[in-house]
């Protein structure tokens, strides 16, 4: 019973917490589902907009504004990878690991040190780990601060939603479906990369000044680990979604399970520690939950193949034996 209710009591932050990750997972499927880019930017983009949103809060700037810096500070992190790869050539991996190394230094010289808090107590923080906590808080108060992340999430899906419906939108589509095609439908796939991997990372830098706010302190090393959270969101969200929808799994449906993904990653991970499996290993259990995320659509279709290739074998054996008795 105690399990269970701290459980309870634990759900409203994994859903919130989930869902600012879930802003950090939708950057990460631009790149890995639309662009089909292996883009590793973001574990230091993810910092780079934490330190922004943080030294701006802590100097007298609103919350808003301070936000917006974020999203522009992941923007200029996508910009570097992208311009690696457009212009030097440089292989898309290769890019956002040397782009991921050079940001841990700039998040350092940002912060000037490796950590730096930001209270609710002294800032009219957006979100807050405290307001989400059913112990001491209101449950109205509970409920309202996870619906305001519920509709910052909700205005960015209809943003990326229209945005994907414009030219440059089907640029992006294109060339992540097929570079050679859309090479020779006159589009400029360099171009259309770089400005995936700009809205990508900008998306990664707002979700770290969310992420800031809401745990009350920037670490140079909060992004460490960040792709492998986006990417179990990403795919958990797909094989959840592929599994409710099936052949009506729209663009917009695609989007939102990306951030349902990483809310059950979440309250997974919160299973897992209820188990009383040692904390330290998180790493560990994030990494044995992509796994078998991305195993389940591998083992279904591979599956559903022996499955219609032995009833096709079946089909000409009972054909064939047909024939003979004919004959």
């Known amino acids: 019973m105690t399990a269970l ?109 490796s950590n730096r808090p930001v209270s609710v107590d002294k800032y009219p923080l957006l979100v807050s780990q405290r307001y989400v906590m059913t112990q001491g808080n209101e449950l109205i108060i509970v409920i309202l601060e996870v619906l305001k992340i519920i509709v910052i999430v909700g205005i960015l899906i209809a943003a990326l939603y229209w945005f994907f419906g414009t030219e440059y939108g089907f640029t992006i589509r294109a060339t992540g479906c097929n570079s050679n095609m859309a090479r020779a439908q006159g589009i400029n796939t360099k171009k259309s990369t770089v400005i995936a991997l700009v809205l990508s990372n900008g998306l990664v830098g707002l979700s770290g000044g969310l992420l800031a706010q809401y745990q009350g302190f920037a670490d140079v090393n909060m992004g460490r680990g960040a792709i492998v959270i986006g990417l179990a969101a990403v795919i958990i969200g797909e094989v959840l979604g ?72 079946a089909a000409a054996r009972s054909i064939v034996k047909g024939d003979s008795e004919d004959a």
Do not use: E, H
């Open 242 to 313: 592929s599994v409710i929808f099936r052949k009506r799994f729209n663009f917009v449906a695609m989007l939102s399970f990306t951030a349902i993904g990483a809310i059950i990653y979440f309250i997974v991970l919160q299973i897992v520690m209820l188990l009383g499996l040692p904390s330290a290993n998180n790493k560990l259990f994030s990494a044995v939950v992509v796994v078998i995320f991305l195993a389940v659509p591998y083992l279904r279709n591979a599956a559903k193949t022996s499955y219609g290739r032995a009833a096709k074998n």
């Open 5 to 113: 209710t701290t459980f309870v009591n634990a759900l409203p932050g994994n859903i919130s917490q989930g869902l600012i990750w879930g802003v950090l997972a939708i950057g990460v499927f631009i790149t890995y589902k639309i662009l089909d880019f292996p883009d590793l930017t973001v574990d230091g983009s993810l910092g780079t907009g934490g330190a922004v949103a943080v030294m701006l809060i802590t100097n007298g700037v609103p919350v808003p504004i301070a936000l917006i810096a974020a999203f522009i500070s992941g923007c200029l992190a996508g910009l570097i990878t992208g311009l690696l790869n457009a212009l030097l050539g440089i292989p898309g991996i290769l890019a956002g690991i040397l782009t991921q190394l050079a940001l841990y230094s700039v998040n350092l010289d940002i912060m000037g040190q």
